[in-house]
């Protein structure tokens, strides 16, 4: 008899056969200490794991034996009960146990189909598995096994199954994040190996604590999480895990605090003639959140602790005019002021923008990116040296390299999310310039909180006046002729469109070839009669800030582009977009292209082409649709989190904080708050000190990318 199959044999569906978690606490505790190194070694050394294997694990995050630990399950099987053979009723799912009596298999077209007779003390069924051919290698007449699918006319479709001591077919069986090549039950064996070493994974906090907290031992909750008896275990693993997690990360914060509290900045008192002058050549008047900003900017400047302010407002709500405020202030008492962003094209982008602003200033801008040749890089670091760059644009190389500023006083960091935290602290380490960060995600609150900590925050809730709203259409592109008609008419009104082509993530250099391929088709035919530019990544520096300039200055009609012009891209006189192929951009992204338009008091559109709903995904038809019935930034973050599932953090990626597994940003709220309160009655040392350095390491590698 297996013996998995009395376990969840009952009505109960409570218990399983998971021997995890039940015998935990009748292990025998060793003296010895955990050996995390064991964790740290390549997955390779597990068994059933050779360079293939390897390769597909690490496809998925997985390189290190830690990993399958850390990484937890997607979702657990539902329980369903345990049924007779002459009970099967109808479709629903059921597990039943038996004796193969004999098998067979044959192909039909490309359809590879095992069939095996499998009987109980009540009677006998024809169970069937499709293209899993291996499975008839493991069969033998007279084993026991258990099964878990659903019962058709045909026989009982196997959805998983479980021979001598194996638990597949367990009622919350872990389901992990698989690909096509990696099975579940390859996923789960090498969860079984790992979660083996499970003891070395330590444990950072403090008993008192988790007496507490109620907190389960670190290593009692990753074994719960992976083989939990319920789904209330599961959930109490999850949380624990997720508290530790902000604990860390509070640690973190706090670490980056106190290294503040001891920098000194130089205060700047109030602003004058210049910040007057400037004020003076803009052609609108600032909006009240504008205004309120700036104020909230000059309190901050006049301190003699770094200012670490965070920037908030959605798309084209103005905050470049308030950036350069800031890094005007610096220029006025005499210093410099820098402006970061995140890639070079967002960085030439600024560039533009300040430089044709300040021009009339007399302010002297700098651009200095990694691409520059190196008598040029020289030269450009001469004047950062020397100051007579006053304001210098660049992407964060600015931080990374040895780049020696006279006298850096303010720090304007565009996108800071994209930043780890890590390369806020080398900001603040190196130098301490104060600091204005700036992002165009909104971010829910309580994220904020949890990525940012104490950073003080100014926000542009309310759009410039003339502002109206981008409509918003989506069009199958069956249909795109009329989008494209649209756009002519706006061209012919002289107005200015953007093209945006799809997304190829794994070739820039076809993406580039698809948007180049797609400028010459429109050159030839929707758009024969306009002219038309083509940006995308793969173009030099210098090719794509002429293009940019002139496509600024009105010698081109449409500039068919890449995401390259994501953000930062500003041309008020662009007031249509078209998207192709819309569906394979994600939501933000989207809302940051859509954003390059309607900059101006003209109507702007923003035509979003797909094909047919049928033929997309549920989850492309619901960005979509929720694209056109929201402009609101703060409303699509939270769609899109519920879009992709509460486990994802917004834009994880981005915020570098992809490695806070287990938060749900909405469920954690209070478990924050404790976090946070924890966090202060802790000693930032030992394990959990090298938790917050592998925090801070991390996110300063993901910034990099
Ligand atoms: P963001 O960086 O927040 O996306 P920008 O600073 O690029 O937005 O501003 C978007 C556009 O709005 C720019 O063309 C800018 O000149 C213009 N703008 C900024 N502030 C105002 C204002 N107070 N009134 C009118 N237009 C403004
Ligand atoms: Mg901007």
Redesign the pocket.
């Known amino acids: 008899m297996i013996a998995v199959a009395r376990a969840t044999r009952t009505a109960v569906r409570f218990p399983t056969p998971f021997a995890g978690v039940g015998e935990a606490g009748s292990w025998p505790r060793t003296r010895s200490a955990s050996r995390p190194e064991r964790l740290d070694a390549p997955v390779g050394g597990l068994q059933g794991v050779g360079p293939t294997i390897a390769r597909r694990l690490a496809r998925i995050g997985i390189r290190r034996i830690g990993d399958l630990v850390w990484q937890g399950p997607r979702r657990y099987e539902r329980p369903v009960a345990t049924k007779r053979i002459s009970e099967l009723f109808g479709d629903e799912e059921a597990v039943i146990e038996g004796t193969v009596r004999s098998f067979s298999s044959r192909r039909r077209g490309r359809l590879k189909i095992l069939t095996a007779r499998v009987a109980d003390e009540t009677g006998e069924i024809k169970a069937t598995w499709f293209n899993q051919p291996w499975v008839e290698n493991r069969l033998a007449p007279g084993a026991q096994i258990r099964l878990r699918g659903r019962s058709n006319r045909f026989g009982f479709a196997v959805s998983s199954y479980d021979l001598e001591g194996e638990e597949e077919t367990a009622d919350f069986a872990p389901v992990y994040p698989a690909t096509e090549d990696l099975s579940q039950k390859k996923l789960r064996d090498l969860r079984a190996q790992a979660l083996a070493l499970v003891r070395d994974v330590g444990e950072p906090l403090p008993a008192s604590l988790r007496t507490r907290e109620q907190l389960p031992a670190r290593h009692d909750a990753l074994l719960m999480l992976h083989r939990p008896r319920a789904l209330v275990e599961a959930e109490l693993a999850r949380s624990a895990l997720a508290f530790e997690e902000l604990v860390v990360l509070q640690l973190a914060l706090l670490r980056q605090a106190a290294v503040r509290e001891e920098a000194f900045a130089e205060p700047l008192t109030q602003p004058g003639p210049l910040l007057e002058r400037y004020r003076g050549a803009?052609?609108?008047?600032?909006?009240a959140d504008?205004e309120r900003a700036i104020a909230e900017i000059d309190v901050d400047l006049a301190r003699t602790t770094p200012m670490q302010r965070l920037l908030q407002?959605?798309?084209?709500?103005?905050?470049?005019?308030?950036?350069l405020y800031a890094a005007l202030r610096a220029v006025e008492a005499g210093k410099q002021g820098a402006l970061m962003a995140p890639t070079e094209t967002l960085a030439e982008q600024h560039f533009l923008?300040l430089d044709e602003l300040c021009g009339g200033l007399g302010v002297r801008v700098s651009l200095l990116t990694s691409s520059l040749k190196a008598r040029e890089h020289a030269t450009v670091r001469q004047l950062i040296a020397s100051g007579d760059a006053q304001i210098v644009v660049g992407t964060h190389a600015l931080i990374q390299e040895e780049v020696d500023f006279r006298d850096l006083a303010v720090a304007v960091v565009d996108e800071q999310h994209r930043f780890g935290v890590g390369q806020r602290s080398a900001l603040v380490h190196g130098r301490s310039p104060h600091v204005l960060h700036?992002t165009?995600t909104p971010i829910p609150r309580t994220l904020a909180l949890t990525v940012y900590g104490d950073l003080e925050t100014s926000e542009?809730t309310v759009l410039?006046?003339?502002?109206k709203p981008v409509i918003t259409r989506w069009v199958s592109d069956e249909r795109s002729s009329e989008a494209y008609r649209r756009l002519r008419r706006h061209l012919d009104d002289g107005r200015q469109a953007f093209v945006v082509c799809p997304l190829i993530e794994e070739s820039e250099t076809r993406f580039a070839r698809a948007a180049e391929a797609e400028a010459e088709r429109l050159r030839a035919a929707e758009l024969a009669a306009y002219r038309i530019g083509c940006l995308h990544g793969r173009l030099r520096p210098a090719e794509r800030r002429a293009l940019m300039a002139s496509f600024k200055a009105g010698e081109l009609d449409v500039l068919v582009a890449t995401t390259v012009i994501e953000?930062?891209v500003?041309v008020?006189n662009a007031t249509i977009m078209i998207v192709q192929e819309a569906d394979r951009f994600g939501l933000a992204q989207l809302h940051q292209l859509r954003?390059r338009v309607g900059?101006?008091a003209e109507q702007s559109y923003c035509l979003l082409v797909s094909r047919p709903p049928e033929e997309l995904t549920e989850s492309a038809v619901e960005r979509l649709q929720a694209l056109v019935e929201t402009n609101d930034g703060f409303e699509l973050a939270e769609r899109d989190l519920e879009i992709r599932g509460e486990g994802q953090l917004i834009g994880a990626r981005q915020s570098g904080f992809s490695d806070l597994r287990f938060v749900h940003l909405r469920r954690d709220r209070e478990l924050l708050e404790r976090a946070r309160d924890a966090a202060r009655t802790l000693a930032d040392e030992g394990l959990l000190a090298e938790e917050v350095d592998r925090l801070l390491g991390e996110a300063e590698h993901l910034g990099d990318s």
């Open positions: 803009l052609p609108f008047t600032l909006t504008q407002g959605d798309v084209g709500s103005g905050k470049t005019v308030v950036a923008t700036m165009a542009l410039p006046a003339n502002r953000v930062g500003d008020p954003g900059r101006g």
